[in-house]
């Protein structure tokens, strides 16, 4: 059984399908008022927002409901967005290895649980999803939390969304940049990235969620250390972090390039994930790119027929590259021959794009 605020949800097996309303309202007479809705998930997950069918078996039937989550309150329809409470810890760990200032991608968003607390700790947040009511909801979790002037809301396809965000503007039509403009979801979201060419200021961002004590030593050890990942820079990666971390009095972080970039790419769809990976091939250009490149932080499925070097390889396929020192991370067993994994690795120098002189004629000018 799985809660999520005021709904109870269970997967009923076949062979008490008979049962099923005397269980749900034994369900329910015991937890009310904490519960007042149960629900029973029909068939298989299909559909590419990964939100179940649900049949209503005692209750009222509104699925709208408020969750916390360490310090964060998300609200959710749970009949219309993904939820899994049982990711709390994972949302925990990966977001304790961010650093107030990071630029955080997030590929398949969700209402937020990633997102909101990366704003929460001063991160500036992009965040995506291709089901339109989890970006309304991440919006509105955006709000609920005073966290809007650090998250960019998108809805759009991880793909096409990765590559609107890293295409380096046209200094002549800006064609590009208004085109990732034009397809957000709100106008603080066009607004923000109109505010992220021309606004030089920091705000001073308090600190609402402390992951300290919960880094990943090693992965932050690693983070903190490793210049495998480092490319070529026109600015010291240090001159703009200290430049993010600036402190004055104005509204909202500073404004970043993505295309200059990105500290944290964030990709929790675990039964498709490392499908996207392609679209890392050449994303970045080395040209304009500043600093270490970005921490990739894939999700996936590894079943008993596989393992971790069977997924490595299918990682560095789709990459066309070869990662070095992945760290896998095991965050649940989702079914006795199925566990969830995170991959995390730098992406390889080898991805990065080198400019034809044409091109950067062109951009140049
Ligand atoms: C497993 S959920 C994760 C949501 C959130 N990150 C979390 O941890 O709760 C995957 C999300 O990816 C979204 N999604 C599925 N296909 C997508 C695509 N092609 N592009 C962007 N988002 C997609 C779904 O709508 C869903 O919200």
């Known amino acids: 059984m799985n809660f999520a605020g005021h709904v ?19 369900i329910y007479d015991k937890n009310h008022p904490r519960i007042q809705t149960v629900v029973n998930k029909v068939g298989a997950i299909s559909n590419e927002f990964r939100v179940p069918q649900f049949e209503i078996l005692a209750g009222k ?10 310090g964060a309150t998300f609200r959710l329809d749970y009949g219309l967005v993904y939820w899994n409470s049982r990711l709390e810890h994972e949302h925990i760990r990966l977001v304790s290895l961010f650093k107030k200032g990071d630029v955080i991608c997030d590929m398949f968003a969700g209402i937020g649980p990633f997102s909101i607390p990366a704003g929460q700790k001063g991160c500036v947040v992009y965040a995506n999803d291709l089901n339109p009511d989890s970006i309304l909801y991440l919006k509105t979790n955006a709000k609920i939390n005073k966290v809007e002037d650090y998250i960019f809301t998108y809805n759009m396809d991880a793909r096409v969304f990765m590559q609107s965000l890293m295409a ?10 208004q085109f990732v403009a034009a397809n957000c979801c709100s106008e603080e979201m066009v607004s923000g990235n109109e505010h992220s060419t021309s606004n030089e200021n920091q705000n001073d961002v308090q600190e609402s969620f402390d992951g300290s004590s919960m880094v990943n030593t090693s992965a932050k050890r690693r983070q903190e250390t490793s210049n495998e990942g480092d490319v070529a820079c026109q600015e010291d990666a240090n001159q703009t972090k200290k ?22 790419v964030l990709m929790n769809l675990p039964a498709s994930a ?26 996936c499925f590894i079943r008993s027929s596989e393992s971790e070097e069977s997924i490595l390889c299918e990682a560095q396929n789709k990459l066309n590259a070869k990662i070095a020192e992945p760290i896998f991370h095991r965050v649940r067993d989702v079914a006795p021959n199925k566990a969830m994994f995170c991959l ?22």
Request: hydrophobic residues 30%; glycine residues 4%.
């Open 8 to 26: 109870a949800h269970l997967n009923i097996p076949d062979d008490l399908l008979a049962y099923k309303d005397v269980i749900a309202k034994v």
């Open 61 to 70: 039937k509104d699925m709208v409901t408020e969750v916390k989550q360490y």
């Open 168 to 177: 380096v503007p046209d200094p002549e039509t800006k064609s590009k940049c």
């Open 243 to 264: 430049r993010n971390n600036k402190k004055v009095k104005s509204s909202g972080p500073l404004p970043v390039k993505p295309w200059e970039h990105i500290d944290h």
């Open 274 to 299: 490392l499908q996207f990976l392609d679209c890392f091939d050449g994303l970045v250009h080395k040209r304009y790119w500043k600093g270490s490149l970005p921490w990739i932080h894939c999700y």
């Open 344 to 365: 995390s690795f730098r992406l390889p120098v080898e991805c990065l794009k080198e400019e034809t002189e044409d091109h950067i004629r062109s951009v140049d000018g």
